[in-house]
Structures are given as structure tokens and as C-alpha cells.
């Protein structure tokens, strides 16, 4: 596989606006791919992606092995629809079974997401960590318009790319957040974007404040935390709508990584049980 052509992909996916981190991932993996297959891309079969995976197998986990999978199954759609040097894409046809998740780490401790709440320096990263906390991704805070205020709730520009048109969703404001808001527009007077930074310094922000506040929690973490104690209030549904979610079984996750949670319902049937007297 030419150098090259692994350099026009990574500026095709800069120019879908994916993330750092995901470029920078899918470069690694397919320029490892490179070095293991040797070939030229029209050249590379179903049967050379499956012996890559299989080696990696070795050293790697599942989850590993999954990403591999999609950053090459990105790349070779890639060749074949927009190069068009080849019309298939050998990485599709290769099944692997679904990822196995690790439980998702959040703030359990409510003292914990009361410390990264007043760990802003600042009203701009006080609002930052409190639309973490309300579920948004650190894209989606950085892609937040001032139109998209709209008094006591957002409109949120989820993922998305030209391929996969971007999803909106209504998010609500508690009366805290809605102040918290409105302080800050009226005291930095935003005029296009909201924050007016973009994703990786929003990432490199919570990091930092999560330091200074003695917690363990990343952007993500505040969204976990969210997902979690949301679900101990609410129902799943819901908590989809809020969290931006394409298919429920995404939201399941967090009622797997939440064992207060499956402790409370555990404590609430077997009461049940003793109060019905199931063990007279």
C-alpha cells in the first residue's frame, strides 16, 4: 500500500471534521495493516484482512481487535467509492462478533460531582463541566451555537459527517443550568459560537479540573456520570432521547456499570418477597 494514499484518506476523514483521536487511531491501525500485508491495495483479499485480525489476536483484546476492524472497513470503503480502485471492500466481509464493553467508570459519589462543579476556574469552564454533566459530548459543547440556546433548553448537534448526516436532539435545562447560561452569555456576549473552543481543548479542560478537584474524570466520565444516576431516576428510554442514542442497547450499557443500582433492585425484590411472606 502507497504512503500516499494513506495520507489523501487521513485528509479526507479532516475534512468530515472526525476527531483527532480517531484519526489519529485509524492512521495507526491501517499503516500497521501496510507493514503486515505488503501488497498493493487492489491487490489485498478478504483473506489478508483475516490473517492481520488473526495475528493481532495474539497481542491485542477483543475491543482491539473491533477497531482494527472498523478503521480498515472505513479505509477500504473509501478506496473502492471515492478512489475507485477497487469495487469491493475486504474488510466487510470479514464478521466479527459484537464488542465486549468494560464497565463505563462515573462519578458515583455525589460529593465527587459536587467538587468538579466548583473546580471551574472560571464561568466559561463552570459552563463546560456543567453541560458535561448534563450529558453532552465535548463535540457536541464545541459545536454549540448561540441560536441553539433557547432559554431553558439546547438544541444539540450530535455525531455526524456528510456520509452520516448530523443528528439534532432537545436537551432541557434544570433551573441551575439555565442560569448558569444565561450569566455567561450575559457576561461574555457570544455572538456566533457558544463556548468558542474547540473539542480537544474541552477534553484537555476537564482533565485539568478533574485534577485540581481530586476525582478521577474526563469528558466522557462526566457524560458516564450522567448516563448512570439519570437511569437511577429515570427510564431508559428517556435517558436515550437525552444522551443521543441511535439504538437502546448503547443505553443499556450504563445500567450494566452501575452495581448500586442493580443492589437497589435486588434489595427492593427480595423485600417484596419478604413482605408477601414468600418464605412463610
Given at each position: 500500500m502507497a504512503?500516499?494514499?494513506?495520507t489523501?484518506?487521513?485528509?479526507?476523514?479532516?475534512?468530515?471534521e472526525?476527531?483527532?483521536d480517531?484519526?489519529?487511531?485509524?492512521?495507526?491501525?491501517?499503516r500497521?495493516?501496510?507493514?503486515?500485508v505488503?501488497?498493493?491495495?487492489?491487490?489485498?483479499?478478504s483473506?489478508d484482512?483475516?490473517r492481520f485480525?488473526?495475528?493481532?489476536?495474539?497481542?491485542?483484546?477483543?475491543?482491539?481487535?473491533?477497531?482494527?476492524h472498523?478503521?480498515?472497513?472505513?479505509?477500504?470503503?473509501?478506496?473502492?467509492?471515492?478512489?475507485?480502485?477497487r469495487?469491493?471492500?475486504?474488510?466487510?466481509?470479514?464478521?466479527?462478533?459484537?464488542?465486549v464493553?468494560p464497565?463505563?467508570?462515573?462519578?458515583a459519589s455525589?460529593?465527587d460531582?459536587?467538587?468538579m462543579?466548583?473546580?471551574?476556574?472560571?464561568?466559561k469552564?463552570?459552563?463546560?463541566i456543567?453541560?458535561g454533566?448534563?450529558?453532552?459530548?465535548?463535540?457536541?459543547?464545541?459545536?454549540?451555537?448561540?441560536?441553539d440556546i433557547?432559554?431553558?433548553?439546547?438544541?444539540v448537534?450530535?455525531?455526524?459527517?456528510p456520509?452520516?448526516?448530523?443528528k439534532y436532539r432537545?436537551v432541557p435545562?434544570?433551573d441551575?443550568l439555565?442560569?448558569?447560561?444565561?450569566?455567561?452569555?450575559e457576561?461574555?456576549?457570544?455572538?456566533?459560537?457558544?463556548?468558542?473552543?474547540?473539542?480537544?481543548?474541552?477534553v484537555n479542560?476537564v482533565?485539568a479540573?478533574?485534577?485540581?478537584?481530586?476525582?478521577k474524570a474526563?469528558?466522557h466520565?462526566?457524560?458516564?456520570t450522567?448516563?448512570?444516576?439519570?437511569l437511577?431516576?429515570?427510564?431508559?428510554?428517556?435517558v436515550?432521547?437525552?444522551?443521543?442514542?441511535?439504538d437502546i442497547r448503547?443505553?443499556?450499557?450504563?445500567?450494566?456499570?452501575d452495581?448500586?443500582?442493580?443492589?437497589?433492585?435486588?434489595?427492593?425484590?427480595?423485600?417484596?418477597f419478604l413482605?408477601?411472606?414468600?418464605l412463610?
Amino acid at each position: 500500500m502507497a504512503k500516499d494514499l494513506l495520507t489523501e484518506y487521513v485528509d479526507y476523514m479532516v475534512s468530515l471534521e472526525r476527531s483527532a483521536d480517531t484519526i489519529g487511531n485509524f492512521r495507526r491501525r491501517i499503516r500497521r495493516f501496510a507493514r503486515f500485508v505488503q501488497k498493493p491495495v487492489e491487490d489485498i483479499t478478504s483473506e489478508d484482512v483475516k490473517r492481520f485480525l488473526d495475528d493481532c489476536r495474539l497481542t491485542a483484546s477483543h475491543n482491539t481487535i473491533v477497531s482494527y476492524h472498523t478503521a480498515l472497513k472505513s479505509f477500504f470503503r473509501w478506496v473502492a467509492e471515492e478512489k475507485g480502485f477497487r469495487a469491493d471492500n475486504p474488510a466487510a466481509a470479514i464478521k466479527l462478533r459484537k464488542p465486549v464493553y468494560p464497565p463505563r467508570h462515573f462519578l458515583a459519589s455525589l460529593d465527587d460531582v459536587g467538587r468538579m462543579l466548583a473546580a471551574g476556574r472560571n464561568l466559561k469552564e463552570r459552563v463546560i463541566i456543567s453541560l458535561g454533566l448534563a450529558g453532552l459530548r465535548a463535540i457536541e459543547i464545541s459545536r454549540l451555537l448561540v441560536e441553539d440556546i433557547q432559554g431553558d433548553y439546547a438544541i444539540v448537534r450530535g455525531k455526524g459527517n456528510p456520509r452520516q448526516p448530523i443528528k439534532y436532539r432537545l436537551v432541557p435545562f434544570d433551573d441551575y443550568l439555565a442560569a448558569l447560561i444565561a450569566e455567561y452569555m450575559e457576561e461574555y456576549k457570544p455572538t456566533d459560537r457558544l463556548i468558542g473552543v474547540c473539542r480537544n481543548h474541552i477534553v484537555n479542560l476537564v482533565i485539568a479540573a478533574a485534577r485540581r478537584a481530586g476525582v478521577k474524570a474526563s469528558s466522557h466520565i462526566l457524560r458516564h456520570t450522567f448516563a448512570t444516576h439519570a437511569l437511577r431516576e429515570s427510564d431508559i428510554v428517556s435517558v436515550k432521547d437525552l444522551l443521543g442514542h441511535s439504538d437502546i442497547r448503547t443505553t443499556m450499557i450504563y445500567l450494566h456499570s452501575d452495581p448500586e443500582r442493580l443492589r437497589a433492585v435486588m434489595t427492593r425484590t427480595y423485600g417484596h418477597f419478604l413482605n408477601g411472606n414468600a418464605l412463610a
